[in-house]
């Protein structure tokens, strides 16, 4: 198996999970959060969402889905079209709000199939180019896909937990 192979075995997997914490409920329980400082399945998707489409975009030279597809005006949310959730306060979290899951999938999926473009077309000596300099020692395309996969797991790992919280005080 090839390393190309792997990163697409993992990133579909990504989307698995967002569908599994996603589908099936209802606009309280997307926004429903654990505590006030605590994060909401629709802004976790959303934030995983963007992160992946914001550094695939960047890490290959495309553009990112949520501006060329109008997937920021399909939102409308109040924050800045680049947001990506980094360092948001709960009040930010606050404002990404869907009515539906169906918005929050329709995007990650839209992500997720520009991700599967680029990496197919991936070489073994594509992963060793640099794509940000900023930091010590630079970081190789390789390194950004596993952070962004790493990220990204995380990130709707605690989605599902929030979700089955939910769950079991329905219960």
Request: aromatic share 8%; charged share 25%.
């Amino acid at each position: 198996m090839h390393a190309k192979d792997i990163l697409i075995d993992a990133y579909s997997r990504i989307q698995e999970e967002v569908h599994a914490a996603v589908e099936g409920l209802e606009t309280d329980g997307l926004h429903a959060r654990p505590s006030d400082a605590a994060n909401s399945v629709a802004w976790l998707v959303w934030h995983l969402s963007r992160v992946q489409d914001d550094h695939i975009a960047d890490a290959f030279g495309l553009d990112q889905v949520w501006l060329s597809q109008d997937w920021e005006k399909r939102f409308g949310l109040d924050l800045p079209r680049g947001d990506t959730g980094y360092g948001h306060s709960p009040a930010k979290v606050a404002k990404v709000w869907v009515e539906d899951g169906d918005l929050l999938t329709g995007y990650y999926d839209a992500v997720h199939t520009q991700t599967l473009l680029a990496l197919r077309a991936l070489t073994a000596a594509d992963l060793e180019r640099v794509v940000d300099e900023r930091w010590d020692p630079p970081v190789t395309l390789g390194v950004r896909l596993v952070s962004v996969l790493s990220d990204d797991l995380q990130h709707v790992g605690q989605a599902a937990y929030v979700r089955g919280l939910l769950q079991s005080a329905a219960a």
